[in-house]
């Protein structure tokens, strides 16, 4: 570290774990992070995503200025930002004028600080009138929020991370934790290390690492947790494993209930979930006598049109065994993005009011109508993203503001919103990246600040308050989100209010943030004690935190009240439905999405940092080694995955993780990564009745083999960022063309790319020069007869930019000469023979498990195959000693390697 080095403390900007980051920097640029010791999310641990924050954000990806365009078709030219407001405050004025308050609608994000969604929510419903203000944590979270609010009376998580080490049965449904919240994980792995009796239950259709570390794994059928969650109640009930006296004193409803459990007995649930009756039993007992009983959950219970009924199920559990209020118990939702849960306190979903109020409720709106200082707030509900884009498409939705999302890549039925991003007469873009999917409609694209330039406060899962801080200052002449609001609202208050004091005189993030949290005085909620200058003394803290508490919350609900009418909490009885896309002969599997360890959503920002692609490089349709098999696959064949509103060519992989029957696609490829816009072309709009979460982890498709004869391969060094939107266009209409980063010190954009025929010349020219591999030296081999063609480029003996056409035999061996940084003697006659094929053995594909120290794949599996345990791989390797998120997998391979010999 240079004597001009200097460390700012923040939060992570990816998960809900909301760790805390030490940011190095010398003032102008970041130049590393470390964990935070003194946060007590994470208490110095960080995990491949926050410890690689550094190394993405590839300047050449930013958005730097304001850009207009200023009719469709026309190209978008840069801007100041005052002409850009300008323009935006006359556009939706006039809107506004013609077409009243509900045709325009702002579409915001998760990932959005606490001061910027009070800025976006004042604008939208105090100013603007609309309660057309959703955000993708409907994607997300909102069947938490529902189940949280129907069982227990408000939308708060009643739990502490503490709590996972606490607990004596942990049930983990719907939560693949150990990729998605690896820092919680490894506090887990660390507690049943430490107590070896504590008991964990992994309910996943999937086989994920984090099944790997329980003592029971449910492979239940998709969608049929409710039936599960029923079963386990009425085995309870049988067995009197329930807590009568906490049901008497302080829950409702549970007579109705026990009456509909009465329809889930072992046999039926059993059969329903695809367990055994005694897989069943060994699950309720588990329950019904552990001393304390804590359940995490996450996607696969929320993304489901039966979300809202999954998330109150389980609930259902912890109130018939009394498991809640005390340390070690629980229902527990993990939160996805690192400040959802800030949405949901200031009121940013359709639904929603600042302070956990509802916009259906007229005293909810008077009260915050009277504390913002205007007449009224608009009495015409919102609409929830879903229905927000059908109504862009519909044409009832005519100016678009999108905030820090990328809906033209993370929305369901992606051709529809396309569409509808088409139509819109105006759409805003509100980005950090310029490379997104949803960029590309923008009319106007407003470069926002992003993480390590802003600053303000964000809420983690287990309801605590960090404050993030700006450590260098934003790129060209992007703003903090906030910022812009508040300059947008008063330049539309000077079309919709005239001559009235603005409702946004905010100069500092730390004004909104105390304008904001007097809104939750008196609400379950209640933060309204802490200042930012408590925060900075007491450090981070979790609510409520009212005006008189000189310490946070660490847990809710120990007096047994619960913040209902009745102070009583509801047991919800909702029956089983199953998913509304079953599978049948036309579309006979069904498609489950997720997340990779290494990537975070649509890749915008990890996109841009090569080693995160080292895990896995391409999207991969993951099969059942029996439905490959049935298929007549192999490995890698590109087959086309038919959903029933569209399709999309991708690779198959085995994946002995899946049930026969289901298939399984990571959610973060979109159009820029791969042509046919992503896995979210093929899933299913359908929502749940009462969040409106779309049901992303269910949807029906069907395969088949493409016969896709010419094959292209192409790996080029430096400029990948540049490099990557310069070809992306060229391979446009392709039937398959997949785009990766690859390498570490010298990162390369990686394409694969089949097709039925081989393109026109003038295309495959246009690519070449992209490649820079036109111009001398170029070592060239072309046979245009057979449309066979191989060029490369060398520099200082190393290969530094190679394409095949044609055909691609000798892919993996060239990718592996150019990792290799040296040249093989063989090369030159590889070179001039007619046929790609290489010289020697293939190299086997060596994926990088160990981000932090770049162990591959191959050189764990050798270390087990000379016997290492974990300790003496990590001894002699070094793989898993850092972050540690490649432990869950290692011992995965430890687990599977000598049962694979074996065989
Ligand atoms: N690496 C990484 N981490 C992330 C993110 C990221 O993009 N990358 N995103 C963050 C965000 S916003 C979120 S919301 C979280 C999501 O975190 P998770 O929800 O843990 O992640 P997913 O992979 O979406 O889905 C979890 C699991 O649900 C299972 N599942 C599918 N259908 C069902 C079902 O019917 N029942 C049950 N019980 N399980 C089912 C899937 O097989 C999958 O393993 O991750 C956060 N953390
Ligand atoms: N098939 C399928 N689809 C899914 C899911 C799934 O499991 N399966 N999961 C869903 C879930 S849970 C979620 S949360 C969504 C996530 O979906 P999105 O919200 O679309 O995900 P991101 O790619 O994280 O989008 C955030 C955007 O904000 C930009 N950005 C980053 N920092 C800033 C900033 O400070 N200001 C501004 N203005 N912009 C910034 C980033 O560049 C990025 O483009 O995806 C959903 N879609
Ligand atoms: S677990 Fe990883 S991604 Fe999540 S907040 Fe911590 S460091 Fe960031
Ligand atoms: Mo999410």
């Known amino acids: 570290m240079s004597s001009s080095t200097q460390t700012t403390a923040s939060t992570c900007c990816y998960c809900g774990v909301g760790c805390g980051v030490l940011i190095e920097h010398d003032g102008q640029r970041i130049l590393g992070v470390a964990g935070d010791p003194a946060h007590p999310a994470n208490f110095g641990r960080l995990c491949s995503k926050g410890s690689t924050l550094h190394l993405t954000g590839d300047r050449d990806a930013r958005a730097l200025y304001p850009e207009l365009r200023l009719g469709k078709g026309l190209g978008r030219n840069r801007t100041g930002w005052d002409n850009a407001l300008e323009h935006a405050a006359a556009v939706f004025a006039s809107t506004l004028a013609e077409h009243g308050p509900d045709s325009v609608a702002f579409y915001v994000s998760g990932q959005l600080l606490t001061e910027d969604y009070y800025a976006f929510n004042k604008l939208a419903r105090a100013l603007v009138g609309t309660h057309n203000i959703d955000s993708n944590s409907r994607l997300c979270m909102s069947s938490a929020v529902v189940g949280y609010k129907r069982s227990l009376g408000a939308d708060a998580p009643p739990c502490s991370y503490e709590d996972i080490e606490q607990a004596d049965v942990l049930l983990i449904a719907g939560s693949n934790m150990a990729y998605a919240h690896p820092v919680l994980f490894r506090r887990l792995e660390a507690a049943k290390a430490a107590r070896p009796e504590m008991r964990v239950i992994v309910v996943d259709p999937r086989r994920t690492d ?201 929305l369901p039925d992606q051709h529809a919103v396309h569409q509808a991003l088409a139509t819109c007469p105006f759409v805003v873009v509100q980005e950090a990246f310029a490379t997104t999917e949803t960029c590309r409609y923008a009319d106007l694209l407003l470069p926002a600040a992003s993480w390590g330039e802003k600053a303000g406060t964000v809420t983690n899962s287990e309801r605590r308050i960090s404050p993030v801080r700006a450590a260098v200052s934003a790129p060209g002449e992007a703003r903090p989100d906030w910022a812009i609001a508040c300059d947008f609202a008063r330049r539309l208050e000077r079309h919709l209010r005239p001559g009235r004091p603005s409702l946004f005189a905010f100069e500092r993030a730390e004004q909104l943030y105390d304008e904001y949290r007097q809104l939750t005085a008196g609400r379950d909620l209640d933060y309204s004690g802490l200042s930012r200058a408590q925060l900075e003394r007491l450090g981070p803290q979790q609510w409520p935190f009212p005006a008189s508490a000189e310490r946070g919350t660490p847990r809710l609900y120990a007096d047994g009240r619960f913040p209902t009418e009745s102070g009583r909490a509801r047991f919800v009885a909702d029956p089983f439905v199953s998913a509304a896309e079953g599978a049948d002969s036309a579309f006979p599997l069904v498609l489950n999405t997720g997340r990779l360890r290494d990537q975070w959503h649509g890749m915008s920002r990890t996109g841009t940092a090569a080693q995160l692609f080292g895990h896995v490089e391409q999207a991969l349709l993951g099969l059942h080694p029996d439905d490959l098999a049935r298929a007549g696959l192999a490995e890698g064949d590109l087959v086309r995955v038919r959903s029933r509103r569209a399709s999309l060519v991708l690779p198959v992989q085995v994946d002995a993780s899946l049930q026969p029957g289901q298939a399984f696609v990571p959610m973060h490829w979109g159009d820029r990564f791969l042509e046919g816009l992503g896995v979210n072309a093929l899933s299913s709009a359908a929502c749940d009745p009462l969040s409106r979460q779309p049901e992303l982890k269910h949807a029906a498709v069907a395969i088949e083999p493409v016969a896709l004869p010419w094959a292209f391969f192409a790996l080029v060094e430096g400029d990948v960022q540049r490099r990557l939107e310069a070809l992306r266009p060229l391979f446009r209409g392709l039937a398959y063309a997949s785009f990766s980063l690859a390498g570490r010190e010298r990162p390369a954009l990686v394409i694969r790319a089949a097709a039925e025929a081989a393109p026109a010349a003038a295309l495959l020219a246009a690519i070449d020069q992209q490649l820079g591999l036109v111009d001398d030296p170029v070592l060239v081999y072309e046979d245009p007869q057979r449309g066979v063609g191989k060029r490369l480029r060398l520099s200082d003996g190393r290969l530094v930019a190679l394409r095949l056409a044609g055909e691609t035999a000798a892919r993996d061996w060239l990718k592996a000469l150019w990792a290799r940084g040296s040249i093989e003697p063989g090369l030159r006659r590889w070179l001039l023979a007619p046929l790609s094929t290489p010289p020697g053995v293939l190299p086997e594909r060596d994926p990088t498990i160990c981000n932090c120290l770049n162990i591959g794949r191959r050189s764990i599996c050798d270390g087990i195959a000379r016997g290492l345990d974990l300790l003496e791989l990590q001894r002699s390797l070094g793989c898993g000693t850092r972050c540690g998120s490649c432990v869950p997998e290692i011992k995965r391979l430890l687990a599977q390697l000598p049962l694979a010999e074996s065989a």
């Open 210 to 410: 984090t099944a790997e570390l329980a003592d029971l794994h449910l492979s239940i059928r998709p969608g049929s947790d409710v039936a599960l969650f029923h079963g386990l109640l009425y085995l309870l009930l049988r067995e009197g494993w329930i807590d009568s006296a906490f049901i008497a004193a302080h829950t409702e409803g549970f007579g109705s209930l026990a009456a509909l459990v009465h329809d889930y007995p072992p046999a039926r649930v059993a059969e329903l979930c695809g367990i055994t009756p005694e897989q069943l039993f060994d699950c309720a007992r588990m329950i019904g006598l552990a001393p304390s009983f804590l359940s995490l959950w996450c996607m696969g219970l929320n993304q489901s049109t039966a979300g809202s009924a999954k998330n109150s199920a389980l609930i259902n559990l912890h109130l018939a065994t009394g498991q809640i209020g005390r340390p070690g118990c629980g229902p527990f939702s993990l939160t996805g993005q690192p400040n959802a849960m800030g949405g949901r306190e200031t009121g940013t979903l359709a639904n929603l009011l600042p302070g956990h109020r509802d916009a259906a409720n007229p005293r909810h709106r008077a009260e915050v109508a009277a504390y913002w200082g205007i007449e009224r707030l608009p009495e015409v509900p919102g609409l929830p993203a879903v229905e927000l884009f059908d109504a862009v498409r519909s044409g009832r939705i005519k100016a678009l503001w999108i905030v820090c999302t990328n809906p033209a890549q993370s």
